[in-house]
């Protein structure tokens, strides 16, 4: 029985806590704000035991609307719900809200429970139930009595073994969007979070995105029982060594270090949204996406295609749900997937539409290291320098190549030939651009486009690690970038700022 995790949903006071107590023994109300106002503030962990003997680990979401963000958080892992809706209120706006942010991520699969069957009938509650998801068992309960929690064990397992597990993707890279992170005595940073894919065990080498920063698994725990490797669709807990508790926060992600995530500030994405919900081109928006939140702008490409612009950068994968909320009044408008998780920035286009097309079909076209479409044509080469005398060597022509091919981190120049280096830069086909480092003037082009456009959307002005995640490259390559552009009068270095120029940005 392979590991999934159950979240619920439904409106303040309609007994979702109080549920999973009757369900599990566990008050997942943790805090004592939580207890002294009788509701849910944060997200609460519980571990569930079904009759099959297959095991859920549980997130317990508020259920104010206040807290629609915090929910979020906590369905963007789940596998399956538990939606509550109360005898003697019935459906409820939150209840609506909840099961459009469950529609958004694809969460389909479920079991709808009608509470406070001792305070009420749930005749009318059991009808609206069925008519809001008419795919799900619907059963009568009361926690306070006991009444019917025998038969929403068992409506449970059965949408247990309907649901598939983040664990069949085991094979890939592990990733883990953190939704908690606390010090415990003796052991040091712990965090955590609903494993999305691959496995973590102890010993592992990871990486937290989008700081970069390296570390080490301590220790891995499954519902407070320690293993020594947990797979993917389940709640854990990871000890980390090599970084402090301040230095990771929730929406964070802890991927392997081979992964070939990367941060970004814009994802390409196939968007859905309710009737009469739909943004104009433009509009700001709030992106949920794992475990954070972000500000950000929709460009429309066409159809139900949109350029997701965003203000912080997220950790996606394409394939990746998201959850796009209105900023004020605050509300859920849809969601939808992410197609392209490092798109460069464009607006519409035939050809543009064609491949998202195939790329929402799953025909997927050919992509380099960084996650880019091969061009199906050559790169057009650079124009001859006036100053080229005789046709480059066939080494030289090779060095070209390899160097275009290395993108943003080309080999130190040691590594190369110093003749074919002179030849290709008389013929304006590379640059210098610091002491031990050339690159192709295509790539440094593009570079330059690229530095533009982060620079424009962070209101003129670039930082060192905006330009690295944008590229998906290391400190030392976006600093000896960002140096030369310094130097080239594209950008003035101000502070830990880079200033575009006023002639650069027209």
Known sequence: MKPLTLGTAGHIDHGKTALIRALTGVDTDRLPEERARGISIELGYASLELPSGRRLS?????????????????????????????????VMPQTREHAAVLAALRVRTGVVAVTKTDVADPEVALIEASELFPGSEVVAVSARTGE???????????????????????????????????????????????????????????????????????????????VDR??????????????????IERGDVLVATDSGLRPSYRVDAELDFGAGDEPEHGERVQIHHGTREAPARLAWLGGRFWQVRLEQPIVP????????????????????????????????????????????????????????????????PAPESRTTRAPL??????????????????????????????????????????????????????????????????????????????????????QALLEHFDSEKVTIRRGDEHVLRRSAAS
């Open 230 to 247: 947990a797979p993917a669709g389940q709640r854990v807990a990871v000890n980390l060594t090599g970084v402090a508790v301040d230095e």
């Open 148 to 226: 019917g929690i025998d038969e929403l064990r068992t409506a449970l397992d059965r949408a247990s073994a309907a649901a598939g597990s983040r664990a069949d993707g085991a094979a890939s890279p592990a990733r883990l969007h953190i939704d908690r992170v606390f010090t415990i005595r003796g052991a040091g940073t712990v965090v955590t979070g609903t494993l999305w894919a691959g496995a973590i065990g102890r010993g592992d080498e990871l990486e937290v995105l989008p700081g970069g920063r390296r570390v080490r698994v301590r220790g891995v725990q499954v519902h407070d029982q320690q």
């Open 58 to 90: 549980v997130v317990d979401v508020p259920g104010h609307e206040r807290f629609v963000r915090t929910m979020v958080a906590g369905a963007t892992g789940i596998d399956l719900f538990l939606m509550t809706i109360a005898a003697d209120d019935g």
């Open 317 to 380: 994968a394409a394939g990746d749900r998201l959850v796009v909320r209105q900023i004020a009044p605050p509300d859920t408008l849809g969601g939808g997937r992410v197609l392209d998780p490092q798109p460069r920035r464009h607006g519409p286009g035939r050809d543009l539409l064609a491949r998202l097309e195939r790329l929402a079909r799953g025909e997927a076209p050919p992509v380099s290291g960084r996650g880019r479409e091969v061009p199906r044509t050559p790169a057009k």
């Open 393 to 478: 060597s066939a080494s030289a022509q090779t060095l070209e190549q390899q160097l275009r091919d290395a993108g943003v981190e080309p080999p130190i120049d040691s590594e190369l030939d110093p003749d074919d280096l002179a030849a290709l830069r008389e013929a304006g086909r590379a640059v210098r651009v610091s002491k031990n480092l050339h690159y192709h003037v295509d790539v440094l082009a593009d570079v330059r486009g690229r530095l533009v456009e982060v620079a424009r959307d962070n209101g003129g002005a670039a930082t060192l690690a905006q330009l690295r995640d944008e590229l998906g490259t290391s400190r030392k390559f976006a």
